[in-house]
């Protein structure tokens, strides 16, 4: 009797498809701990990006190994503070990241940044759908690319159509399998140890690095992790209310950033020892027996990244006031960023994916914002949320003039057409060719947004 009447584990509530949408979570729906957050961005981080950024360090940023681990731990450190802090508001508030910035920006006034973050996910998620594609292919000769692209993607919208509960328990299975298999390649990177450590790239300094180069590596390390900061709080939002949030910080800021830093000091290790742009065929190539769970790591990791990336985007389109069930939001989603993926294929895959790191200059000024108002004014609560006014037009304006102040600092991987080339990136030379937009971008924006607070009207209380 009293088995029977017990309460649904956390795993157990996965079996389940998730009833909520964007709505706030009620007290009795909560459930966890936050010690669930740390493998969820940990297993999301075991990714083939993070790898390649590691790659790019030793073999195109001119960064030997040594000169890369530490400026890859700052810049992975920064991220994930955000990260963390961005998932600490989630279990005070009980909605969605996207959909808490209607407090600061108005419900409609919020419209714009829902938006980018929906093109952004669909985006990513067409992406790592092409890259865990090309990997199948890589160790499956006779693989044939769309179909295997159709195969992950039916994979990844069934996880997010169950949501939130499947998604913590499988990003819990990753975390241990993928972890096992990118340790099995660092063994292997150790036989070649001093080959690695012995390595200076073309145009690099065993001595002195660059500051261009540092700026480089510590822009890609802290832009990565700190992109996924409008997803936080849609994994932490159901985590009781009175949940610590100490350790919400800590535990998305350790998962994310140990995750993230060690599969980039991998890739700077093979990139060192492959000198080799070819990021599947040269892994897989250097793995020898060990390439197939490799190439396997790739793929798996792919697919932990994308269940986030399409749930949170059913969420943003809902954020958009869209009137359909989460589920069917999901299916909208994945079939649109399958289309892209099928059009675009494999040559596509490195134009597009410049096109959404340039478009990631959007989330440093508005992540300044939201935790500034969370955090230090302590304005934002379920309360302001769900009465927020249609448009803070200057809550908009300082966001809008933040980016534009950070411009000339860009250094953007999509092409800017003129006039606008002209102005975007014009001084980014004074931090030796580095893109410092975003630091820049999140300062100004901190600081006029507490001056509009401090200057304007009362602030309604948010306890911390």
């Not at 493998?39 to 790019?56: M, P, Q, R, S």
């Not at 991220?79 to 969605?96: C, D, Q, R, T």
Request: net charge positive; aromatic share 14%.
């Amino acid at each position: 009797m009293k088995s029977s009447l017990r309460k649904a584990s956390d795993d157990e509530k996965a079996t389940s498809i998730e009833r909520f949408g964007i709505e706030h979570i009620p007290e009795e729906a909560r459930h966890g701990s936050p010690g669930r957050i740390f493998t969820l961005w940990f297993a999301a981080n075991l990714t083939i990006a993070d790898y390649v950024i590691g790659v790019l360090c030793t073999v195109a940023f001119g960064l030997t190994v040594v000169q890369s681990i530490p400026i890859l731990l700052l810049g992975n450190v920064l991220g994930a503070l955000v990260l963390g802090l961005s998932a600490a508001m989630g279990p005070k508030l009980g909605f969605p990241q996207m959909f808490s910035s209607r407090s600061v920006f108005g419900r409609r006034g919020n419209y714009p940044l829902g938006a980018l973050n929906w093109l952004s996910t669909v985006g990513w998620f067409a992406v790592n759908t092409v890259l865990g594609a090309e990997a199948v292919v890589v160790i499956a000769k006779n693989a044939n690319f769309y179909v295997v692209s159709v195969i992950l993607v039916a994979i990844q919208l069934l996880i997010a159509i169950y949501g939130h509960d499947l998604i913590h328990l499988f990003e819990k299975w990753m975390s241990v399998i993928l972890g096992i298999l990118w340790t099995g390649v660092f063994v292997l990177t150790m036989f070649h140890l001093g080959q690695a450590l012995s390595y200076v790239p073309a145009g690099g300094s065993a001595i002195t690095p660059t500051i261009g180069a540092l700026g480089i590596a510590l822009a890609s390390s802290f832009s990565y992790i700190m992109s996924w900061s409008p997803y936080a709080s849609d994994y932490s939002r159901y985590l009781p209310t009175g949940s610590s949030r100490a350790r919400v910080v800590f535990f998305a800021l350790s998962g994310g950033a140990i995750a993230s830093f060690a599969v980039e000091v991998i890739g700077a290790l093979v990139g060192s020892i492959t000198n080799s742009l070819n990021y599947f065929s040269s892994l897989y190539t250097f793995s020898g027996l060990f390439g197939i769970f490799a190439i396997g790591a790739v793929v798996l990791g792919a697919i932990a990244a994308n269940s986030l990336n399409i749930y949170t985007n059913s969420l943003s389109a809902l954020v958009l006031d869209v009137r359909a069930k989460r589920w069917l939001t999901v299916l909208v989603g994945g079939i649109i960023g399958l289309g892209i993926a099928l059009i675009g294929g494999i040559n596509f895959e490195a134009f597009f994916e410049n096109f959404l790191l340039t478009l990631d200059y959007w989330i440093t000024p508005w992540l300044a914002i939201i935790l500034v108002d969370f955090f230090v004014l302590r304005r934002t609560s379920a309360q302001s949320v769900l009465q927020a006014k249609s448009y803070d037009l200057p809550a908009l304006a300082i966001y809008a003039l933040s980016i534009l102040a950070s411009a000339p600092f860009m250094v953007p991987l999509f092409t800017i057409p003129y006039p606008l080339s002209q102005f975007v990136g014009a001084l980014n030379v004074w931090f030796g060719g580095a893109d410092f937009s975003y630091f820049i971008s999140f300062i100004i924006a901190a600081i006029a947004y507490l001056a509009y607070r401090k200057f304007t009207g009362p602030k309604s209380l948010n306890p911390l």
